[in-house]
């Protein structure tokens, strides 16, 4: 069992490297839109602005949740 949640963790440390990777070249690449979706609230006043990124989050989690789908049927015996 201990070789199994090592595998796992190894695993989803790759996972998120790679989603953290993917997120800081997002930056640098804005053509591929994370963080500034149709459907993300943004709110501009006077003094500030509030900007939460709900359809960003949404994606993220759906995309994070299929590859953990993916990952736990490929690790089942």
Known sequence: MGSQIGKFLAIA????????GLLMTGARFPTLGLGRLPGDIVYKGKHGAFYFPIVTCLILSV???LVLWVVSLLTRR
Do not use: Q, R
């Open 13 to 20: 440390g790759l996972v998120i490297a790679a989603l953290g």
């Open 63 to 65: 995309a994070l949740t």
